[in-house]
């Protein structure tokens, strides 16, 4: 049976009947007989991807291996199945017909994003360019649009999964499905990673179960944008506890009170943007194509490029960060009483946004000046 015959059905029995035809027909491989091994691409939480080549075809392929001893045969075959399903969209990793089994591991063959993941370029502490951002996000947009139409959640929405074809985010492709649920499923464990975590997951007691609905996705897409544009996260955990989300949710609540000082950067029409992306109602969350106009909008305030030496004012100091270690690090809480600067995107290292001066005519916002560049 042909994908584009199993596509004109609900995705929840396409899913099944390919899950099961997979099943059917996978193999055993000696990788080594089939593949030439490149170097590894990365690491996940549950195995590995290499560039290979095969043998036969002489195309690179990403191989994704996942270990048998922490992933059942039903959730690799539910990975592949989603990723082949959803491969038919410009803005999702294309997949290969090929998956198999190793003594170790189930595999499955991607297309190979040759410049890698989203997160190797994004700036810590300075961010991508609001022409890089709009031209990368703009294809995550279409591509969870793609996956929300389809009725399924990708759940783990972060700058690792969004893979890449160049440094200037022409061609970017979201990537990795393991976690990807249809809408309305009920899920046992909440999983994800922390930051992009919305806040009724966070406050979700871990083993209580939770629905899966499209407001999840959403809600990482705005902290996913926010870190492209500031190379910062806004926050560790959407929680009360957080000084960082607990400003901005007293911001978004009380709306004539101050503009948290990481978020002043960006113009009304961003903020408005992102107050449908992050609204705190889960309920209340905007669609991903909702967003779609804002891109015709100027989204930050500052310059877009860093000022070079010469093109200093005096009112507009442009400075370089000094990394510093976060007390988070060490498996803390953020206390941010001791600190204004809020969480960095490597996890090593925090930049600050203080409450700068600002111009006397406009709103501009300049980082911090730790270490002034001259
Ligand atoms: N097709 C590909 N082309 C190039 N690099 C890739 C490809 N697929 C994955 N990678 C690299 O490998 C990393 C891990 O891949 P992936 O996210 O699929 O694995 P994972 O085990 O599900 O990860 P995690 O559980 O940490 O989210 C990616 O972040 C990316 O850097
Ligand atoms: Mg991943």
């Not at 891109?295 to 009112?315: M, Q, V």
Request: glycine share 4%; aromatic share 12%; charged share 25%.
């Amino acid at each position: 049976m042909s994908f584009s015959s199993l596509l004109s059905r609900g995705a929840a029995d396409i899913l099944e009947e390919l899950q099961a035809l997979t099943a059917k027909t996978m193999e055993k491989v000696e990788v080594t007989k089939q593949y030439e091994v490149i170097r590894e691409l990365g690491k996940g939480t549950y195995g590995r991807v290499d560039l290979v080549i095969h043998k036969v075809r002489g195309t690179k392929m990403a191989l994704k291996f996942l270990r048998k001893k922490t992933t059942k045969q039903k959730s690799f075959l539910q990975e592949y199945c989603i990723s082949r399903y959803l491969s038919t969209c410009p803005y999702i990793i294309g997949m290969y017909d090929i998956a198999f089994e190793t003594e170790e591991y189930y595999a499955f063959a991607q297309e190979y994003a040759v410049a890698g993941d989203l997160f190797d370029i994004i700036p810590p502490q300075v961010g991508l360019s609001e022409h890089t951002t709009k031209r990368c996000i703009y294809q995550v947009a279409l591509a969870l649009d793609y996956l929300h139409n389809r009725k399924l959640v990708h759940r783990d929405i972060k700058p690792e999964n969004i893979l890449i074809f160049d440094k200037e985010c022409r061609k970017v492709k979201l990537s990795d499905f393991g976690m990807t649920r249809i809408a309305g499923t009920t899920e046992k464990r909440v999983s994800g990673t922390i930051p992009y975590t919305a806040p009724e997951l966070c406050e979700t007691s871990k083993h209580s179960g939770f629905v899966v609905e499209y407001s999840i996705d959403v809600w990482a897409f705005g902290v996913l944008l926010f870190c492209m544009m500031t190379g910062n996260f806004p926050w560790e955990k959407a929680l009360h506890l957080d000084t960082f989300y607990y400003e901005f949710l007293q911001w978004q609540k009380y709306k004539n009170a101050n503009v948290p000082s990481q978020w002043r950067r960006f113009t009304p029409h961003a903020l408005k943007m992102f107050s449908k992306l992050l609204s705190i109602e889960p309920e209340k969350r905007c669609a991903i194509k909702d967003i779609l106009w804002y891109f015709g909008k100027n989204w930050l305030i500052s310059k877009e490029e860093p000022p070079t030496a010469d093109a200093k004012t005096n009112n507009d100091v442009y400075v370089h960060v000094k990394p510093q270690v976060l007390p988070f690090l060490n498996g803390n809480a953020l206390d941010s009483n001791k600190s204004d600067t809020s969480p960095s995107l490597s996890f090593s290292s925090c930049s600050s946004y203080e409450d700068v001066p600002k111009d006397s005519n406009s709103n501009m916002l300049v980082s911090t000046p730790i270490e002034i560049c001259v």
